[in-house]
């Protein structure tokens, strides 16, 4: 079955850098487009970023425009998000996701000073 697990977060100070990695299988990884979504605190699910199935088009929300960078390697089947420049309000529960249905366990980031 699908599987998808998520590690890297954890506490950061503001300004701070983290790299979250998604490890997927029980499908062909090369054939999906992946994407990370987060979750704040007392909030809905957001969109962060999508990268298609070869890695040469890539997705931001504004909110991380600029500060995220989505990559994966297919022959690992991994899945990655580096975030930089981290503010209080990238507080969340970040998963990667296959498709709207199909995500990891998530992973938490703090954020805090």
């Known amino acids: 079955q699908v599987q998808l697990v998520e590690v890297g977060g954890g506490l950061v100070q503001p300004g701070g850098s983290l790299r979250l990695s998604c490890a997927a299988s029980?499908?062909?990884?090369?054939?999906?487009?992946m994407s990370w979504v987060r979750q704040a605190p007392g909030e809905g699910l957001e969109w962060v970023s999508s990268?298609?199935?070869?890695?040469?088009?890539?997705h931001y929300a504004s909110s991380v425009k600029g500060r995220f960078t989505i990559s994966r390697d297919n022959a690992k089947n991994m899945l990655y998000l580096q975030m930089n420049s981290l503010k209080l309000e990238d507080t969340a529960v970040y998963y990667c996701a296959k498709d709207i249905q199909t995500r990891g366990q998530g992973t938490q980031v703090n954020v805090s000073s």
């Open positions: 029980g499908f062909t990884f090369s054939n999906f487009a």
């Open positions: 990268i298609n199935t070869d890695g040469s088009s890539t």
